[in-house]
């Protein structure tokens, strides 16, 4: 960001974009997106001010001490580096400058984040400088940290820029009763008295029935920034009639459970699909529910207050009923464990139908997130049949670049496949050691047909019903051998038939009570390949 080519970059694509938009907006955008400060060359490190008890002289070989003992696959470069915000201040005045030159009243809009979020130590800015302030943590915070943010946000304004809030804070939680309502309106409420010119919550979530307070608290403010947090609280518990009290003494319960839960995350925002049962016990939901019990009660026959209790209820049972299917993915194991999640998530599928047309949760984000952590296949498939256990995930293969697999009958029940690589099918060939072996004989990753096999055992329990393997997806085609027996073929047609699962019978061809094989001739013809998710025994 010292580099004065960059400077001049972006002044000239500024001049473009007001040419070519003469009504469009004006402000030049510095804003690097979701990074800290990474760059060690000189001229950025001149830019640099000492951080109060930081080894200067020395940061970059700190930094790069502390980069080589993390873990792999942790990219975090920054932390050594001290603060960059001197810098990044610098960057923001190098620009304003250039364009200056051209209208004095251009305004750099820029971001106080990561590594350059605490206030620059002798950098002065402007009122035409407009900056994104970050804050580093989450809600709920210990006194010291709101203090930390407080003189953050003071530093910067103090130094002369105007300041947006640009929090995350409500990407956080899922769709869990997670309650930071007081604390963030008292934040709010310093920076709107404290130089706000505005603010960007780019990530609302809209779990209304959860987190309710949470955003009566945002919408709240923005209308009228100089209410008490306390007295909008009492606004919003109004809302709920004779069932005020019990509703505020529920949701207090959260915002105390809160405090507690969430620092127990040290992930991102995504991460809590999988701990969600850690955090959000099972005792917290009966507590809870035993609290909305009482402004059920309260609210009894008194209209839209008792719906709005209802309403509260079905949040609650909802995260109760999410939290339960993040339970169970991470205690049921094993090829039976399967059944038992595909029931928890059909059991949470069937009670998000009933919110569709509600606001009690966002039903396309959590799905979302979830599909991450769990294999939410569609429904379809699964219609009038049972998940009876799941095929093991290691499998053999063998690759075909002649394409006489077939010819050969590679696909034989008999043949002896020792000889043949491993691989497993939860993710395409390129990413395991057979698909690396390849390309480093090659120098290229394999495309072309590929034939996998593993064996299963179909229970003699399963005899006179229907029998399926379903197919979380295949990467891009796949012909099915059980038995050494055709039973279909799941061409590459559609632009995602890579990615959909499908159904194949077997029932004629299956072996009750006995060892089964299946081979899979995957057909790949450009970019990843192999089968790709697990394959599941079902019956109807
Ligand atoms: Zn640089």
């Given amino acids: 960001v010292a580099e004065p080519g960059l400077h001049r970059q972006i002044v000239q694509d500024w001049l473009e974009f007001r040419a070519a938009n003469p009504n469009g ?4 955008n510095c804003c690097e997106n979701d990074t800290a400060g990474l760059c060690i060359c000189e001229k950025c490190l001149a830019w640099d001010v000492a951080d109060p008890g930081q080894d200067f002289d020395n940061r970059v070989r700190q930094s790069h001490d502390n980069f080589a003992a993390l873990p792999t696959n942790d990219f975090r470069w920054d932390p050594g580096l001290g603060s960059l915000s ?8 190098a620009v304003q400058d250039l364009a200056r ?3 004095p009243d251009a305004i750099v809009m820029g971001y106080a984040y990561g590594n350059y979020r605490k206030p620059p130590v002798e950098t002065k800015l402007n009122e035409n400088i407009i900056l994104g302030y970050v804050p580093g943590v989450r809600f709920p915070a210990a006194p010291d940290e709101l203090q930390e943010r407080r003189e953050e946000w003071q530093g910067w304004s103090d130094a002369g820029a105007r300041l947006l809030l640009r929090p995350n804070y409500f990407l956080y939680g899922h769709n869990m009763p997670y309650i930071f309502a007081e604390q963030f309106g008292r934040e709010f409420s310093f920076c709107a008295r404290n130089g706000m010119v505005g603010t960007d919550f780019d990530s609302l979530t809209a779990m209304w029935a959860t987190q309710g307070p949470n955003l009566y608290m945002l919408g709240r403010l923005h209308a009228t920034p100089e209410s008490d947090p306390q007295a909008v609280l009492a606004e919003y518990y109004g809302g709920f009639g004779p069932a005020a ?28 699909v999988p701990i969600m049962h850690e955090l959000w ?3 917290m939901f009966a507590e809870g529910a035993r609290l909305l019990a009482s402004a059920t009660e309260a609210a009894e026959g008194a209209g839209v207050f008792a719906e709005r209790v209802e309403f509260l209820r079905l949040g609650l049972e909802h995260a109760r009923l999410t939290a339960e299917v993040s339970r169970v ?25 009933g919110l569709e047309d509600t606001n009690v949760a966002n039903l396309v984000l959590l799905p979302w997130l979830e599909k991450r952590y769990w294999e939410v296949w569609p429904t379809e498939e699964l219609e009038g049949r049972e998940v009876i256990s799941r095929l093991p995930m290691d499998w053999k293969l063998r690759w075909d670049p002649e394409e006489v697999g077939r010819e050969q009958r590679w696909f034989d029940a008999g043949l002896d496949a020792t000889d043949w690589a491993d691989v497993r099918v939860d993710s395409a060939w390129e990413k395991q050691p057979v698909g690396a072996a390849w390309r480093e004989a090659n120098g290229k990753d394999f495309d072309g047909l590929a034939f996998y096999r593993v064996s299963f055992e179909a229970p003699e329990a399963l005899r006179g019903r229907k029998v399926f393997l379903l197919f979380g997806a295949v990467d891009e085609g796949a012909a099915v051998w059980v038995n ?15 990615t959909t699962p499908f159904a194949m019978e077997f029932t004629d061809v299956a072996r009750f009570g006995e060892t089964n094989t299946v081979v899979v001739e995957v057909s790949d013809r450009s970019g990843a390949g192999g089968v790709w998710k697990p394959v599941l025994l079902i019956a109807e």
């Fill in 25 to 28: 907006a004006v402000d030049i």
């Fill in 86 to 93: 001197d810098r990044y201040a610098r960057f923001y005045l």
């Fill in 101 to 103: 030159e051209h209208d």
């Fill in 245 to 272: 009290e019990e509703v505020r003494a529920y949701f207090d319960y959260w915002a105390e459970q809160s405090k507690s839960i969430v620092p127990r995350l040290d992930g991102g925002w995504h991460e809590y």
């Fill in 281 to 283: 016990t099972q005792e």
């Fill in 329 to 353: 993915f991470a205690e049921a194991s094993g090829p039976g464990g399967v059944a038992q999640q595909f029931s928890a998530i059909a059991r949470l599928n069937e009670f998000r139908k």
């Fill in 484 to 498: 050494g027996e055709p039973v279909g073929e799941h061409p590459f047609v559609n632009p995602d038939d890579w």
